[in-house]
């Protein structure tokens, strides 16, 4: 069983910037794919971005693509999440979370999640 804590969440204004981080305990996540989603007051969970266990292999979310990216340091157990031109529509509970599939689209690929961290865009 592997456990996820997220950390780097916070408040920032319209046009900055925030890096999220995600570390693993336990078993490690290497050889798992890890991505990053977030749930915003009244909607549904929805996909941010997906990297392969080698890092070779990344997806993104239109919303997203261009503005954030995705890394991991495998000696570290930790998954980052760089989000840089954050727009109040960014504003979400962001979770990570690993998968035994190549960087998957939806939430029901992965199979650990953690309990999330709240990033706040002002306008």
């Known amino acids: 069983q592997v456990q996820l804590v997220e950390s780097g969440g916070g408040l920032v204004q319209a046009g900055g910037s925030l890096r999220l981080s995600c570390t693993a305990s336990?078993?490690?996540?290497?050889?798992?794919?890890m991505g990053w989603f977030r749930q915003a007051p009244g909607k549904e969970r929805e996909f941010v971005a997906a990297?392969?266990?080698?890092?070779?292999?990344?997806r993104y979310a239109d919303s997203v693509k261009g503005r954030f990216t995705i890394s991991r340091d495998n000696a570290k157990n930790t998954v980052y999440l760089q989000m840089n031109s954050l727009k109040p529509d960014d504003t979400a509970v962001y979770y990570c979370?690993?998968?035994?599939?190549?960087?998957?689209?939806?939430?029901?690929?992965?199979?650990?999640w953690g309990q999330g961290t709240q990033v706040t865009v002002s306008s």
């Open positions: 979370a690993r998968s035994w599939r190549i960087v998957p689209g939806t939430a029901n690929e992965y199979d650990s």
């Open positions: 336990g078993r490690t996540f290497s050889g798992y794919s």
């Open positions: 990297i392969s266990w080698s890092g070779g292999r990344t």
